[in-house]
């Protein structure tokens, strides 16, 4: 009989991946906040914006955006390597277990976009972990590395190639009509996208259980076919740099790890920070990408958030690992590890609360809360789920949805009530 491969104990868990996975859910959170309120394609900032909204516009796009779905996504390749461990260590199979996991998180990230938000980021995981799964799983971590870097490249050079395209276009004879036509058919995309903002606004804003959700329904899909191809490239390369991090040994003890990791912090942390300056300054919007701003500029801010939001992204990983190294920011890890140890829960209750507070069928509040407001409401909210969390986490071993999670994945009820008293967790 073939041994069944069993969830994490409180043992086997290491503290720093929960405070880096509390962390990530907070940056979401800042990212996402916007978005709750407001149509994915409305411009975050209008020339009747506030100087607050500017600033907090400004910190949003420097400091969180892109940043942490990438870090995110690092440990969710971590997760795979720790489980890849784990089977190989206990002579148990890893893949029907995995494809169990990954068809579950399917199916809640379906949920989540249909139910409560189209930003819905789940389903985009399970789908990329298939390729993680069969394709890279085996792979040496310089193969990780090379394809991660191949992977992020094509994105910036698929978009530099649609500008040079459409510039060159531009510049065709003028008797071929190109340039108008072009033109022509932005402006019919921009006006579309304008007339769907204004048609949301009082859709959800307004709009009942059941008209929101068929709005929803009809948002997601399109948000999926349009910005999901876009998004897989950069969550695949995360994956696989999170991978390689635990075939190299990011998270075992020893003077390889702070050498590591300060070595890396000498050139990513500046240049990243470099790099997300230069997106900031420059006034990038993401949810505008490709109406009327799809030039070289957008090229290079794509180019500089990229690559600067993996550079940020590992350099707060190895800033998390030192202090955890060297005993520093304790009180850091009480705060970010319980959250982290259910991450999805809170990722979930995040979405539940603001749509809430947002849609209709709630308080309304749709369009009502610009940049500087969503910020204040992201970090009063996420201190709230602090310590919500730890209250949680002192009666139950797992989060409530992480528990539906390993029921489903392992086929056997989980016991949720905490029999010990365990320190943070992750896995």
Not at 99 to 109: E, N, Q, S
Not at 121 to 148: D, E, H, M, Q
Not at 241 to 266: I, N, V, Y
């Amino acid at each position: 009989m073939t041994a069944r491969l069993l969830p994490i104990s409180a043992t086997e868990r290491i503290p720093v991946i929960d405070q880096l996975r509390g962390f990530a859910i907070f940056g979401i959170l800042v990212v996402n906040m916007f978005y709750f309120f407001h149509p994915f394609f409305a411009p975050q900032l209008t020339a009747a914006s506030s100087a607050a909204d500017r600033a907090a516009g400004f910190l949003i796009t420097f400091l969180f955006l892109g940043k942490f779905y990438t870090l995110f996504s690092f440990l969710f390749g971590l997760g795979l390597h720790v489980q890849m461990t784990r089977a190989e260590a206990s002579g148990r199979r890893l893949v029907p277990v995995y494809l169990r996991r990954l068809l579950v998180l399917a199916v809640l990230g379906l949920a989540h976009g249909v139910l409560l938000w189209i930003g819905d980021i789940l389903l985009l995981y399970a789908v990329t972990g298939l390729l993680l799964l069969w394709l890279f799983r085996n792979r040496s971590p310089r193969t990780l590395k090379a394809w991660a870097i191949v992977l992020l490249t094509s994105l910036v050079l698929l978009i530099g190639g649609a500008v040079a395209a459409l510039t060159a276009a531009r510049y065709a004879p003028p008797e071929s009509g190109a340039r108008e036509k072009i033109e022509a058919d932005f402006a019919a995309i921009a006006a579309e996208i304008d007339r769907k903002v204004a048609e949301d606004y009082v859709t959800y804003a307004t709009g009942d259980l059941g008209t929101i959700t068929r709005a929803r329904w009809r948002d997601y899909s399109e948000l999926l076919t349009r910005v999901g191809p876009w998004m897989l490239p950069s969550v695949l390369a995360m994956f696989l740099l999170g991978l390689r991090a635990g075939k190299r040994g990011w998270f075992e003890p020893g003077p390889a790890q702070e050498q590591r990791c300060r070595r890396l912090l000498r050139w990513a942390l500046p240049l990243g920070l470099l790099l997300n300056f230069y997106v900031a300054v420059t006034g990038f919007e993401q949810n505008r990408m490709g109406v009327e701003i799809f030039t070289w500029q957008t090229v290079l801010q794509i180019t500089a958030l990229t690559y600067g939001s993996v550079m940020l992204a590992l350099s707060w990983v190895a800033l998390m690992i030192l202090a955890d190294c060297r005993g520093t920011l304790r009180g850091l890890r009480g705060a970010l590890a319980p959250v982290g140890r259910m991450a999805l829960s809170n990722y979930l209750l995040q979405s539940v609360v603001m749509t809430t507070l947002a849609f209709g069928y709630g308080f309304g509040l749709y369009g009502q809360v610009g940049l500087a407001v969503g910020l204040g409401l992201a970090l009063g909210f996420f201190a709230l789920q602090i310590p919500l969390s730890r209250w949680w986490l002192a009666r139950y071993r797992f989060g409530p949805v992480e528990w539906l999670w390993r029921t489903l994945t392992y086929g056997r009820l989980q016991q949720g009530r905490s029999v010990e008293t365990v320190g943070p967790e992750s896995g």
